[in-house]
């Protein structure tokens, strides 16, 4: 089994920045990929950001420019840096990782963006 932690979520102003981290640990073997998804209520899961383990990236159009994932192969860890967050950005952000193609997920941190 694997086991994600995330960590560094709250509440900021609008045009603040947060940075979230994501520690996974258990059975690790061959990480695919690690990532960010968020959900806001009423609304779909979404990737937020993705990168891979040879270290391609991918980002929501909705993010790019603002945040930057990164992923320490040998910590098992990922982190998310959010920079110039809007009101839109409010959801719950969820860590995930894929791993022999089974996704798992943490349990989701709240980040609140006031106007």
């Known amino acids: 089994q694997v086991q994600l932690v995330e960590s560094g979520g709250g509440l900021v102003q609008a045009g603040g920045s947060l940075r979230l981290s994501c520690a996974a640990s258990?059975?690790?073997?061959?990480?695919?990929?690690m990532g960010w998804y968020r959900q806001a209520p009423g609304k779909q899961r979404d990737l937020v950001a993705s990168i891979t383990s040879g270290g391609g990236t991918n980002y929501a159009d909705s993010v790019k420019g603002r945040f930057t994932i990164a992923r320490d192969n040998a910590k098992n860890t990922v982190s998310l840096q959010m920079n110039s967050l809007k009101p839109e950005d409010t959801a719950v952000y969820y860590c995930?990782?894929?791993?022999?193609?089974?996704?798992?997920w943490g349990q989701g941190t709240q980040v609140t963006v006031s106007s």
């Open positions: 258990g059975s690790i073997f061959s990480i695919r990929a």
């Open positions: 995930h990782l894929l791993q022999w193609g089974l996704n798992y």
